[in-house]
């Protein structure tokens, strides 16, 4: 279901039959599996955390970074990431929402939390040696809560860091978001009809 690239390795996890596993191919080698000892070759790992649930998405924030239904783990290690070294923690658990995929903005990762309502912003802290999930809604609750919930999520960069949200309803959410700033505000837009999918398209100077 999920995948990503992570130092040179091709990721994957939950499949029908082992939905908490996750596969690292070989450094160098996507279609290598063989899993070995040795540090450059293919391992895998799995969560036996109480909290564990199937990994729906997958993403890197100073590691590996599995998203549950019910909590966020990460897959680390104190020095080169290899099969001896590997190691899988849970460090938040709010879980995500199933079928809302993560966009990432600057070194955050942005989610739905597990609901559909509540929008979080996931980054490693290093003074805290692990994950933070502070939530971003928090100051506009009703706009999620009030049209059924987040459908899908995508960045704007420029001209303005802009994040812009589909809500069940059809509306169309947004946030002005500059962490530098420390700005994060919110707005919804109506556009006269219901919004299906929104994407942002980089365009070269000058273009209309």
Aim: glycine share 8%.
């Amino acid at each position: 279901r999920a995948v990503v690239f992570f130092k040179q390795r091709l990721v994957f996890a939950n499949t029908k039959t082992s939905p908490n596993q996750l596969w690292f191919s070989a450094i160098g080698s996507d279609a290598d599996f063989l899993e070995s000892s040795d540090d450059a070759d293919a391992f895998s790992i799995a969560s036996s955390s109480a909290q564990s649930d199937n990994i729906l998405h997958l993403a890197q924030r100073g590691g590996v970074v599995a998203l549950t239904g019910g909590s966020e783990f990460l897959i680390s290690s104190s020095g080169a990431l290899t099969p001896a070294s590997a190691q899988i923690e849970q460090h938040t658990s709010y879980g995500v929402q199933k079928d809302v995929r993560p966009c990432m903005v600057g070194n955050e990762l942005l989610f739905a939390q597990r609901g559909g309502e509540r929008l979080r912003a996931l980054s490693f802290r290093y003074e805290e040696d692990g994950l933070v999930s502070p939530e971003l809604s928090a100051i506009a609750p009703h706009i999620p809560s009030e049209h059924g919930g987040f459908k899908e999520i995508a960045y704007q960069q420029t001209p303005d860091s802009t994040v812009w949200m589909v809500l069940n309803d059809g509306k169309v959410g947004s946030i002005t978001l500059n962490r530098d700033q420390e700005m994060n505000a919110w707005a919804l837009h109506d556009f006269g009809g219901k919004a299906i999918s929104v994407c942002a398209l980089p365009t070269t100077s000058g273009a209309d």
